[in-house]
């Protein structure tokens, strides 16, 4: 039997070069954040910051979100190969904070490109989890599925474990099943984003995305939680 491989999913992995000055400010925003972290039922050691979209209005983050932005342009163009016919923008992001414990269950996003997933505090050696994505989840699906069991793990079925480390933003298909196992070690923090183009198009029709301001974001996400409650 010959077996080939096709359309393999690609992960950048860029390096931030100003990642002490950004380590610092982030931390002193979680801190200062803390009381508004969203907790988990399931799972306490896991904390979302997401009720406001941390590098969106921030005059602190401009250099670091920017940076983003150009690389996650590169990424669509010279990687996907996908027609940005202006640029691309960081339309939301949130802290995560993982503690001795804590995991992020196989998940993809939603009303978005590209996602990506900054290691602000990250150390392997103590413990910190890194992010594994599989093709091979059972998550939201939207279109037929027959479950079959496993009996044996190949390269086509398990999970691939990226390594990044501190420091450095990684980018992947926003489709793309991810998450992480328990985690080992206290205080592994993150920035997940999402990121779309300022235009949508497909040739014939398009629309311009657009920023939700600081209102309309704030009641969006009062009312997924009530709805959720």
């Known amino acids: 039997m010959e077996v080939v491989h096709i359309l393999p999913t690609a992960v950048a992995i ?8 950004i380590k ?10 803390e009381e508004n972290a969203i907790k988990f039922t399931a799972n ?21 979100r920017n940076w983003c932005e150009l690389q996650a342009e590169t990424y669509a163009k010279e990687v996907q190969g996908q027609y940005i016919p202006e640029t691309v923008q960081v339309t939301d992001s949130w802290f995560n904070v993982s503690n001795t414990g804590g995991f992020q269950h196989q998940h993809h996003h939603s009303n978005s490109l590209i996602s990506g997933v ?8 103590k413990g910190h989890c890194p992010t594994a994505f599989t093709k091979d989840g059972h998550y939201m699906p939207s279109n037929p599925v027959i479950h079959l069991l496993k009996e044996k ?3 086509f079925n398990q999970t691939e474990v990226v390594y990044a480390k501190e420091g450095e933003l990684i980018l992947f298909p926003s489709h793309t099943t991810h998450g992480y196992e328990e985690n080992k ?19 014939d029709y398009g629309w311009r995305v657009t920023q939700l301001t600081p209102k309309e974001r704030y009641d969006a996400f009062i009312i997924s939680k009530e709805f959720d409650a």
């Open 14 to 21: 860029i390096p931030y070069p100003f990642h002490n000055d």
């Open 44 to 64: 306490e050691e896991l904390k979302h910051i997401q009720h406001y979209s941390v590098l969106a209005n921030d005059e602190r983050y401009g250099k670091f």
């Open 24 to 33: 610092d400010i982030i931390l002193s925003e979680v801190k200062e954040q």
């Open 118 to 125: 900054y290691y602000v505090n990250f150390d392997a050696e």
């Open 153 to 155: 793990h190949t390269e």
């Open 185 to 203: 070690g206290d205080n592994r923090v993150t920035i997940s984003m999402n990121i779309m183009p300022t235009v949508v198009t497909n040739g």
